[in-house]
């Protein structure tokens, strides 16, 4: 019975407005979900002469639907191997942190302890947090091994287990992997700028078509929607 009356209550409250029913959007946010309905509905409205708009054709949507599902899937392609970019850096600066130990070492032992934070700087090593760290920024750390390679030689630890020999290659990789990691980042944001530009004048266009179905079948619009692609259940 009292869940009778709090369906009842819930109804009165939907019929005068105070709750919001939640609607099922008859377009996908998901970008994905989108490129396949807006395929469905310009193949559909190809075999479809009824259908009219004065601002947009068949042709120009088709394009439009094309042009998004092939800069959609290029930027998946490429936002792809960006993980792997990224799990490269991580393991590079554990490396550089664990080797970073044993500079600092070296610089106590010759140096001695009290005089010994005097030259991280010259090292690329620098006071954040309460430590002695290589900076976290990249190009701050690029410029960080540039100082740790000249500062190895001019105080003659070049020879050393984590002298010049193993600081060098990794100066290579770093800078490599963080050019990759730009340019993956700046081809992504230039894809989703393009796709976002698209999928707006694309939503236009399927309101437009929806408006149309709609006022050409008032009794069996429902369906017809359905069979032109807007499957609200799959997305």
Do not use: C
Not at 9 to 28: D, H
Not at 54 to 61: C, G, R
Not at 108 to 135: L, M
């Amino acid at each position: 019975l009292i869940g009778i009356q709090t369906k009842s209550l819930q109804s009165f409250k939907q019929e005068l407005g105070i709750v919001k029913v939640n609607k099922t959007a008859n377009m996908p946010n998901a970008d994905v979900n989108f490129g396949k309905v807006v395929t469905s509905v310009s193949n559909k409205w190809a075999s479809n002469n009824w259908l009219k708009l004065k601002w947009l054709t068949v042709a120009e949507f088709t394009a439009d639907a094309n042009s998004y599902n092939t800069i959609l899937n290029t930027r998946l392609q490429q936002g792809s191997t960006r993980p792997q970019i990224t799990k490269a850096l991580k393991v590079l600066d554990k490396k550089m942190d664990d080797a970073l130990i044993y500079v600092k070492g070296y610089i106590v032992e010759k140096y001695k302890k009290e005089d010994a934070k005097s030259y991280y700087a010259a090292f690329g090593i620098e006071y954040k947090t309460n430590k002695y760290v290589f900076p976290t920024d990249q190009n701050k750390k690029q410029v960080a091994i540039g100082l740790m390679l000249d500062a190895l030689v001019a105080n003659g630890f070049d020879t050393k287990e984590f002298g010049t020999a193993f600081w060098q290659p990794i100066q290579t990789e770093y800078s490599d992997l963080v050019k990759s990691a730009t340019l993956t980042d700046g081809a992504v944001s230039i894809n989703v700028g393009d796709k976002n530009k698209l999928k707006e004048k694309l939503k236009k266009g399927l309101n437009a078509i929806l408006g149309s179905i709609k006022a050409n079948h008032p009794d069996t619009y429902k369906q017809e929607i359905r069979d032109w692609g807007f499957q609200k259940e799959k997305y």
